[in-house]
């Protein structure tokens, strides 16, 4: 079945500092959704990219979305201790056993220090 | 104000016992999923509805079992057959289903505790 593997599975990070997460999918996805959720709190949607090769950004977040839309980054630049949670990538399966499903990434949990 | 509401926020069982966890939504969305999150595994599909009176297993359904009888409601029942069942359960809709498959609106979950 499909497997969305995301990575670096902890970050610690000095405040100002810059933050990537990666994810990569076993199977080509329809598109892939990004999600933060913060301490003790739950999943909020930030994102979906469709298109191959697609850049989206919000502020200091920048989403990519690779060209055979397999794997997908999110970038912080500058963080700020609002940053601080677990962000995930959901992939939307486009074919085989899993079509229609989207399958949810570990999560990459992003610690600021002030 | 739209949303989904889950309930109870904390709950405590023993073992042996069966539980069900409420999931309401007044969002109109058809389709509704159920999630466990462990920590440093993500989030898990128990379970999905597509429509009223449907719903498929996800990839750990065993143990649990839910039902979907009208549009806004969709619980969830932890079973005794369910070997590990301390997690955090999030409920979510979407407006769309399969490839259109739209943005997850979660609920604020449940912390089932078991005893």
Same mark, same amino acid.
Not at chain 2, 75 to 93: D, E, G, H, I, R
């Given at each position: ?88 990538? *959901?992939?939307?399966? *486009? ?20 | ?8 926020? $904390?709950? /405590? ?21 159920? $999630? ?18 449907? /719903? ?17 409601? /969709? ?5 005794? #057959? ?5 997690? /955090?359960?999030?409920? #979510? ?23």
């Amino acid at each position: 079945g499909q497997q969305v593997m995301q990575i670096p599975q902890y970050q610690h990070v000095q405040e100002g500092e810059d933050f990537t997460t990666y994810c990569n999918s076993s199977t080509t996805l329809s598109n892939i959704q990004w999600y933060k959720q913060r301490p003790g709190g739950h999943p909020v949607f930030l994102i979906q990219l469709v298109k191959s090769g697609e850049v989206k950004k919000q502020k200091r977040l920048t989403f990519q979305f690779g060209e055979a839309k397999k794997n997908s980054s999110l970038h912080i630049t500058a963080t700020q201790t609002t940053d601080v949670g677990t962000y995930f990538c *959901a992939g939307l399966n *486009a074919g085989g056993t899993s079509y229609g499903k989207l399958t949810f990434g570990q999560g990459t949990i992003l610690t600021v220090h002030p | 104000d739209g949303g989904i509401t889950q309930s109870p926020k $904390y709950l /405590f069982r023993k073992e042996g016992q069966n539980v069900t966890l409420s999931c309401e939504q007044n969002l109109n969305h058809d389709a509704m999923y159920w $999630y466990r999150q462990d920590p440093g595994q993500g989030l898990r599909l128990i379970y999905y509805s597509q429509i009223v009176n449907d /719903f498929q297993k996800g990839d750990i359904a065993e143990g649990y079992s839910v039902s979907r009888e009208k549009k806004e409601s /969709f619980p969830l029942t932890v079973t005794s #057959a369910q070997k590990n069942p301390t997690a /955090f359960y999030l409920c #979510a809709s979407s407006t769309g289903a399969g490839l259109n498959t739209g943005e997850l609106f979660f609920g604020e979950g449940s912390r089932l505790t078991v005893l």
